[in-house]
């Protein structure tokens, strides 16, 4: 399956079983806390993605990297049509968040184009990698 059609379901299944410990179902189950069906039907697209508790959880047991844990965010989030649990505070309740909707909105406009965003993203990157 192409990455960017995988739904959350098939993306923590994946994850599991790439995890070098040859996890079940069960194991991972157990370790959130939750039942063996009800990740079952999480991983079949047959139940909403996990709340962040369990998606932290998930990560932290797996060892997941950084980018994978942004891409559950998205993911639950894309399946539930709601901001996504970890920058919901920032994005809906905060300056920045008023700024970034902001930007998002005349992005719709045509006004701010993706090399624009491209730009912007490698500005930070490289302003990121330099010493503080």
């Not at 995988?6 to 959130?32: C, H, P, S, Y």
């Not at 139940?47 to 060892?63: G, N, V």
């Not at 902001?102 to 719709?108: D, G, K, M, P």
Request: glycine residues 6%; aromatic residues 8%.
């Amino acid at each position: 399956m192409r990455e960017e059609n995988m739904r959350f379901g098939q993306f923590i299944r994946a994850k599991r079983l790439a995890d070098r410990r040859e996890l079940t179902q069960k194991d991972v189950a157990d370790r959130l806390g939750i039942s063996l069906t009800l990740l079952s039907d999480i991983e079949k697209n047959r139940r909403k993605p996990f709340d962040s508790e369990k998606i932290e959880a998930f990560c932290a047991f797996l060892e997941l990297s950084d980018a994978d844990r942004s891409r559950m965010y998205d993911l639950a989030a894309r399946e539930t049509g709601e901001v996504p649990s970890d920058i919901d505070d920032t994005f809906m309740y905060s300056d920045i968040g008023d700024m970034a909707r902001h930007a998002l909105r005349l992005s719709n406009a045509g006004v701010i184009g993706e090399e624009d965003w491209r730009a912007f993203i490698r500005q930070i990157e490289e302003k990121r990698g330099k010493p503080d």
